[in-house]
């Protein structure tokens, strides 16, 4: 056994003897000690006189405090019994009986001034604990005292330290011998760079294999450490932001979409929202039943081909997360069940006149023939055919079931189990007549037992990309739970849970802070509509001007080959390859003479130039509100990408590419969507969150008379004035001019999440 050995056994030794027992076990402080002599001894750190004398200084500082003795020192820990609930074990993190050591427990019983306390980290408070007072309140009594409530976090740990052990990351700042004239240099040496993501590395590295001329490993590293040097230095000045003054421009304006199915849709017979699986559940067959499994697939495909017909959207319920439809031409939504809510609707007198009307009124959207109420009837007609029923004059008739029915049970009928059982068999013969060798198309889907469990295990949207996950920080944790980053929370139970967490105040403000500083990390900003209300996203260093609706389409952006593209053409310009001069003055760089247009500021080259524009959040910051006011526009512009309409007091749109006039929302919102010419529409997923904000923004705009006659102005109809310079929508409602024109009639106005929960 060598002298160092010797050495390090007998510090663990001398440790056991102590009165003292720490949280690291032997075994632990052994292994802690062997390889701190095993720094000092590499031959790097030898050859640094400096950081070599300070680790030597250190070893001696700890074991000084190791070897010590101590006599009357209190011991402070906490333990608690195994059956603690769940809830108190996520909040407290406290330690069950079975981990605490032995002799620890021991030594806890036998010493007379040994105590049980808490610690507040965010106050630094012991919290004394009482033998007839349960742990929760003694924890709930500080939790509500004047010197915690300030504070939005709310955790609390159980801790077991009498002294401050020596921890490096701690004592490098405080060293009271040795040479410390350098520990500033040497935590900035130890101190760990910000890692970029995994994803965005991989895509980033692909770019620069791409465009960089030299494509060695060695230009690809190099390209990679001036962009990670970039990052380190933004995202030091990111985290000495304060966002709790900006939490407002990325708070959400909407509601939840329970609240607006209850208040602003037409009512729906099938109330249940809360789950599709209890709707009507079929009979349990007879136990020597035979089980026969069917094909459902093209019977949905028929029923999809309806709805299309019928103008109504597929989207995901942001509550349930299952599939869900929404017809513009009604402003109806619901959940998908058993399509029987949705075919109940395409089916009604009210759809197939609002959905005629439109239709005849707006010529611009295509329609399979004329658009009269006769014809949207037909529609139904043929899809009652590809089931085999008949409409009569005092009812309907069903061929395959031979059976007749009233006009009101069509709906109930076509999707009774005895109907689509028979109506699978049908389809399934003629497939094998035309097709006899040939295998079952795939687009019909797996066998199922019923039409219930057919629609439970297709489809079912994918998660990937879901935005309310996305939007909130959320995290899977086992196959129940999710977890909320933002408020350190695991959240069990179904989608139901979750969704009524986000729309919590409490999370609304811890998630802000989390949305900025990722904006700010990936060089994009928030900004408000200039002739509407709520927020929208847009990038600061994209030749292009990119302005998205929401915060999950800015993420998505991060990764696109675009913004990647940007970057990886700024770092090669950077590194002597070929500047691209457009894109340098897109971002405010004047290359004649290397200086910062948004700046004022001078620089050196073209390194220094894009180090800047990387790594400046000044910088990115004014290159943002210089392309805002570049881009004034409103909600409607942000989502078609383009200056499309025009809008005077909430009441009229004007359509400028077709010279259309629209008085409701319902056929404004139709025609954005099927209109053929424009150049982008919104994607379906986004049409309702784009219905729901506009249909918050015609109320505000009708109430402050607010007209839109030409793009990039807005003239208030209170105030009987243009908007001022730095003015938009919502400022201009908050100013004291608009206030005072408004009189008797100004109302504190919610414009943010915060005043609509």
């Not at 390090?8 to 001398?14: M, V, Y």
């Not at 720490?22 to 590499?42: E, G, P, Q, T």
Request: aromatic residues 8%; hydrophobic residues 40%.
């Amino acid at each position: 056994m060598t002298e160092m050995d010797k050495s390090i056994d007998g510090i663990a030794r001398d440790m056991s003897e102590l009165n003292l027992l720490s949280f690291r076990k032997l075994d632990d402080v052994k292994r802690l000690a062997k390889h701190f002599r095993y720094v000092i001894n590499h031959p790097s750190t030898q050859e640094c006189a400096v950081v070599h004398r300070y680790l030597s200084n250190l070893d001696q500082l700890h074991k000084s405090v190791f070897l010590s003795k101590r006599d009357g020192v209190e011991v402070e820990y906490i333990f608690t019994t195994e059956k603690k609930s769940s809830l108190q074990r996520q909040r407290f993190n406290s330690l069950p009986v079975s981990e605490v050591p032995e002799l620890l427990k021991a030594e806890f019983l036998t010493v007379d001034n040994a105590k049980q306390v808490h610690i507040c980290t965010e106050c630094d408070v012991e919290i004394e604990l009482c033998d007839d007072t349960p742990l929760v309140e003694c924890l709930q009594k500080h939790f509500s005292s004047d010197a915690h409530l300030p504070k939005l976090k709310r955790e609390s740990i159980d801790v077991a330290e009498p002294i401050a052990l020596p921890k490096m990351s701690r004592r490098l700042s405080a060293l009271e011998s040795g040479d410390n004239h350098n520990a500033e240099q040497i935590i900035q040496l130890l101190k760990p760079v910000e890692r970029l993501d995994r994803t965005f590395t991989a895509v980033l590295e692909a770019a620069f294999v791409r465009l960089l001329a030299d494509k060695s490993e060695a230009s690809i590293d190099a390209a990679m450490r001036f962009y990670q040097e970039a990052f380190d230095k933004l995202c030091k000045e990111t985290n000495t932001i304060d966002f709790s003054t900006q939490t407002g421009s990325v708070a959400p304006i909407i509601m939840s979409i329970r609240d607006n199915v209850n208040q602003n849709f037409a009512a729906d017979a099938n109330r249940n929202f809360e789950s599709e699986d209890t709707e009507q559940v079929p009979e349990r067959p007879a136990k020597n039943a035979v089980k026969k499994y069917r094909y459902y697939g093209p019977i949905e495909s028929i029923t999809i081909k309806l709805l299309l017909n019928h103008k109504l959207l597929t989207l995901v319920d942001d509550r349930t997360g299952k599939l869900a439809f929404f017809c513009a031409a009604c402003e109806y939504y619901t959940l998908r069940f058993r399509y029987d809510s949705v075919l109940g609707h395409v089916f009604s007198d009210t759809h197939v006149h609002n959905l005629a009307c439109i239709m005849q009124a707006d010529r611009s959207i295509p329609f399979s023939a004329a658009p009269t109420m006769e014809r949207v009837r037909e529609l139904n007609v043929e899809f009652l055919r590809s089931h085999y029923v008949n409409e009569e004059a005092d009812g309907a008739y069903c061929a395959l079931c031979k059976l007749s029915f009233e006009r009101e049970s069509i709906v109930a009928h076509v999707l009774d189990e005895g109907h689509l059982g028979r109506l699978s068999d049908k389809l399934y013969r003629k497939m094998r007549a035309s097709n006899p060798d040939g295998s079952v198309p795939e687009e019909w889907g797996p066998k199922s037992l019923d039409w219930t469990k057919f629609l439970a295990s297709v489809g079912k949207p994918l998660s990937g990309r879901d935005h309310v996950v996305v939007e909130n920080f959320i995290r899977p944790s086992g196959k129940v739970a999710n977890y909320c980053s933002c408020c350190d929370m695991t959240l069990k139970g179904p989608r139901q849970v979750l969704f009524n967490h986000i729309r919590q105040k409490k999370h609304l403000r811890n998630a802000a802070p989390h949305k900025l500083s990722t904006l700010y990390r990936n060089h994009c900003r928030p900004s408000e509509y200039y002739a509407s209300f709520g927020n929208y996203y847009l990038c600061a260093v994209c030749p292009e001007y990119v302005a998205v609706p929401s915060f999950a389409a800015i993420v998505e952006h991060f990764e696109s080959a675009g913004h990647v593209e940007a970057i990886a053409k700024l770092v090669r310009s950077a590194l002597g390859g070929e500047v691209d001069e457009g894109l340098l003055s897109a971002n405010g760089i004047r290359v004649a003479d290397w200086t910062c247009e948004r700046c004022s500021v001078p620089l050196a080259d073209a390194k220094e130039a894009v180090h800047h524009v990387l790594s400046s959040v000044q910088h990115q910051s004014a290159a943002a509100e210089a392309r805002a006011r570049a881009n004034r526009g409103d909600i409607i512009a942000v989502y078609m990408r383009g200056n499309y309409v025009l809008h005077s007091d909430g009441a009229t749109f004007h359509c400028a590419p077709c010279d259309s006039t629209f008085s409701s929302i319902r056929s404004l919102l139709m025609h954005l969507v099927y209109a053929e010419h424009f150049d982008e529409r919104p994607a379906a997923e986004g049409v309702f969150r784009f219905y729901l904000e506009l249909k918050h923004n015609v109320a505000m705009l009708a109430r402050n008379r607010y007209a839109y006659s030409e793009f990039g102005t807005l003239r208030c109809g209170v105030c009987d004035a243009q908007l001022a310079e730095g003015e938009n929508a919502k400022r201009h409602v908050m100013s004291p001019r608009h206030k005072e024109s408004m009189g008797a009639g100004y109302a504190s106005l919610g414009l943010d999440a915060a005043n609509m929960e």
